[in-house]
C-alpha cells in the first residue's frame, strides 16, 4: 500500500489511540461511582467543553436522573439531581433524546440553532448550548445512560477525534453506569 496515494487513504477511519489519560482512569481500581466522576474533567478538558456531565436511566423502569457533573468554571451551575424520577413528556418529545432511546448513534450537534431551532424547549438539559455532543451508553438497544458533552458562547465543528473520543468513551462506560444504575435501583 503506497501511503502517499490519496487512493490509498479512501475508506480508511482514522482510529487514534485512546488517550493515556483516560485509560489510565479505566484501568485505575475506582468503584463505579469514583470513575463516573474521574472521568468527567479529564474528557471534558480533552474535548475542551464547557461542560459534561451523564443522564443515566433504567431502561426498564423508566426512572432517571443527571448523577454526575463536570464544568470548566462555576458560571455554569451543576444539573445533578439527588432523586431518580420519571422521565418527563418534555424530554422524551426531544428529537436528540429520542434518538437515544431509539438506540440510535451518537449524536453530535455542531450549531444547535441552526440545526435544531427550539431544541431548549423540548429537552430540559439542553440549558442554551451552542455546541453539543450526545453519547449513548447502549446495551442491547436498551439505553442505561447519555454522556452529554456542551459548548456554549459559539458553535463547534466536532472532529473525527472528538467523535471516536465520545464514542468509545461511552463503550468503556457501559459496565460501570449499569452496576451504578442497578445499585441505584435496589436502594431505591
Known amino acids: 500500500m503506497n501511503l502517499n496515494s490519496k487512493e490509498s487513504l479512501q475508506g480508511a477511519v482514522y482510529n487514534p489511540a485512546y488517550p493515556s489519560e483516560l485509560e489510565a482512569i479505566f484501568r485505575n481500581d475506582y468503584s463505579d461511582d469514583g470513575l463516573l466522576h474521574q472521568l468527567l474533567p479529564v474528557l471534558g ?63 453530535f450537534i455542531d450549531n444547535v440553532e441552526a440545526e435544531y431551532t427550539g431544541l431548549g424547549e423540548m429537552d430540559s438539559l439542553v440549558r442554551e448550548e451552542c455546541s453539543l455532543a450526545q453519547g449513548h451508553i447502549l446495551k442491547e438497544n436498551h439505553l442505561w445512560g447519555v454522556l452529554r458533552l456542551c459548548v456554549f458562547e459559539r458553535s463547534r465543528n466536532w472532529m473525527q477525534f472528538d467523535r471516536s473520543l465520545v464514542i468509545h468513551s461511552v463503550q468503556r462506560l457501559l459496565p460501570s453506569v449499569i452496576n451504578y444504575v442497578e445499585a441505584a435501583s435496589l436502594s431505591a
Open 45 to 107: 478538558g480533552l474535548l475542551k467543553c464547557d461542560c459534561c456531565f451523564l443522564y443515566l436511566r433504567h431502561p426498564h423502569h423508566h426512572h432517571s436522573r443527571v448523577t454526575h457533573y463536570w464544568a470548566a468554571s462555576d458560571r455554569y451551575p451543576s444539573l445533578i439531581e439527588s432523586n431518580w424520577h420519571p422521565e418527563s413528556k418534555q424530554l422524551l418529545e426531544s428529537p436528540v433524546f429520542s434518538a437515544a432511546i431509539a438506540a440510535e448513534h451518537s449524536v
